[in-house]
């Protein structure tokens, strides 16, 4: 099985939501654990990478994409 695909800045969806309702985090911090951040209420946790990865169910705004926009959106 192919693994999932994340970078750190990337807001992911989880299985389950967090205790405040959403069930979206931000990656904040990548190694053998990750730290994630939730974007309702700021709490943030340190998961370890298996659990992660098993946990997250998809990528839905990359670090990426969102650097490439605020570039093209601002005149030189």
Known sequence: MERKQFQLGDIVQMKKPHP??????????????????????????????LKFEKNMKKVLRSAESQTEQQDAGSPE
Do not use: A, F, Q, W
Request: net charge positive; charged share 25%.
């Open 20 to 49: 405040c309702g959403t069930n979206e985090m931000e990656v904040i911090r990548m190694g053998m654990d990750i730290r994630i951040k939730c974007v309702g209420c700021k709490h943030s946790v340190l998961v370890p990478r």
